[in-house]
């Protein structure tokens, strides 16, 4: 069976990661795998004159298993009946959370936060999952919580009872893909939340006796944008009639309309294009500017 699998190493943001899974594989009705990678060939503690030597690989063993116990434990406290499972696993901890998460739904990972600056640090694990995943992935901060998914309550307060906030789906009408198209409505179907659609477009340049030429072409581009825009979205929209859908074509990278958008946003969704560079996976500059700059979890969907 399908299920999230989630990366804990101890950290907050790894935490933060868990409680995020632990709602999502709740929501989605699937278990929750929760695994730990600690490489073998890292360097280990030599004795020190007139101290034993410790079996370092064996504490590191002991404290991973703690810590998945203890995490089991909570998770399942606070979501009585979700399947969750446990993995240690003596491996580099990309390629085994490539491993683990291939025949799951979804792999999400924490990401330290920017202080009091809202956006991720993405460490060079993360970036590396984000750029080899063949399935999606979700990136988590350091005190993401569950009311922050939610509106505020009619005090202003946070709230785990009131709807939630809006998904945001970076689209690009010149090559849509449904399988981001589809991860995006079926996050707000479940969460009966609005998909807010970004699409971001690039005016002609004005240039003297020409710009109100110009100015004429862009508003003929600007129509033909939302007419596609329209187009793309509408047969989703039949096969999702449930859900709101704000659509918005904006002037400009859609990098910085994404972030943002992302600080009302629960979620936000871009697709990543399968292609290998020279050294190794790579993302887009829209992809890369969200992950680093987003206010909410951001959820990055492989495509071919």
Not at 30 to 47: E, F, G, T
Not at 97 to 111: C, K, P, Y
Not at 185 to 207: D, I, K, M, N
Not at 287 to 298: C, D, E, G, K, M
Request: net charge negative; hydrophobic share 45%.
């Amino acid at each position: 069976m399908s299920a999230i699998t989630v990366g804990l190493d101890g950290s907050p943001e790894s935490l933060a990661a868990a409680d995020w899974a632990a709602r999502e594989a709740a929501q989605r009705d699937v278990p929750l795998c929760l695994v730990h990678a600690d490489d073998p060939s890292r360097p280990m503690y030599v004795p020190y004159a007139g101290f034993p030597a410790l079996d370092v690989l064996d504490v590191r063993r002991t404290w991973a298993a703690d810590l998945l116990r203890e995490a089991e434990t909570r998770l399942a406290g606070r979501h009585p009946g979700l399947r969750i499972t446990s993995r240690q696993v003596q491996e580099q901890a990309v390629p085994a959370l490539l491993t683990a998460a291939e025949d799951g739904e979804l792999l999400v990972l924490g990401s330290r936060g920017l202080g009091t600056v809202p956006g991720f640090i993405v460490g060079s694990v993360a970036l590396a999952l984000v750029a080899r995943a063949e399935r999606p992935v979700v990136l988590v901060r350091d005190g993401e919580r569950a009311e922050d998914e939610h509106l505020p309550d009619a005090a202003g307060a946070g709230s785990i009872t009131t709807p939630y906030r809006d998904i945001v789906l970076g689209l690009d009408v010149e090559n849509p893909n449904d399988a981001v198209i589809e991860f995006a409505f079926e996050t707000a179907r479940r969460r009966v939340a609005r998909l807010r659609v970004v699409h971001g477009w690039t005016q002609a340049a004005s240039y003297g006796y020409g710009a109100a030429m110009d100015a004429e072409l862009n508003l003929e581009l600007a129509e033909e944008i939302r007419q596609r825009l329209g187009d793309v979205l509408r047969p989703w929209q039949d096969k999702f009639p449930g859900v709101e859908v704000s659509a918005q074509a904006v002037v400009g990278g859609a990098g910085r309309h994404l972030v943002h958008a992302s600080r009302d946003a629960a979620l936000v969704v871009v697709g990543r294009k399968r292609r290998q560079a020279s050294v190794g996976g790579h993302i887009g500059p829209v992809t890369h500017a969200v992950l680093q700059h987003a206010s909410a979890p951001v959820a990055m969907v492989p495509h071919d």
